[in-house]
Nanobody, 128 residues
Framework: QVQLVESGGGLVQAGGSLRLSCAAS????????MGWFRQAPGKEREFVAA????????YYADSVKGRDTISRDNAKNTVYLQMNSLKPDDTAVYYC?????????????????????WGQGTQVTVSS
């Protein structure tokens, strides 16, 4: 069982930056692929970024490619999402998730249904 807790959300002006953190409990965190997703009001949850267990393989949605960076520190049981050049369209609740089905795999997934554990989410609001 893995518990995930996101932090770092808030209100920022367009063009600004935020770094989200996701702290995980459990000794198996370092073996899981991790992902960030977001959900805006009235919209479906959408993929943002994913990272494999080692941190060497990353994958981004086209909407954030070149602006966001996902990373992880397995010694600290934490995954990060650095978001730059934020836009009002980035406003959403951001969730981190753990993919237990890809332990020690270099593959990652953009499908929410592939992820087994989810955090409670952190609100990101970008003002114009």
């Amino acid at each position: 069982q893995v518990q995930l807790v996101e932090s770092g959300g808030g209100l920022v002006q367009a063009g600004g930056s935020l770094r989200l953190s996701c702290a995980a409990s459990g000794r198996t965190f370092s073996s899981y692929a991790m992902g960030w997703f977001r959900q805006a009001p009235g919209k479906e949850r959408e993929f943002v970024a994913a990272i494999d267990w080692s941190g060497r393989s990353t994958y981004y949605a086209d909407s954030v490619k070149g602006r966001d960076t996902i990373s992880r520190d397995n010694a600290k049981n934490t995954v990060y999402l650095q978001m730059n050049s934020l836009k009002p369209d980035d406003t959403a609740v951001y969730y981190c998730a753990a993919d237990a089905g890809r332990r020690y795999s270099s593959r990652t997934s953009h499908r929410p249904t592939d992820y087994d554990y989810w955090g409670q989410g952190t609100q990101v609001t970008v003002s114009s």
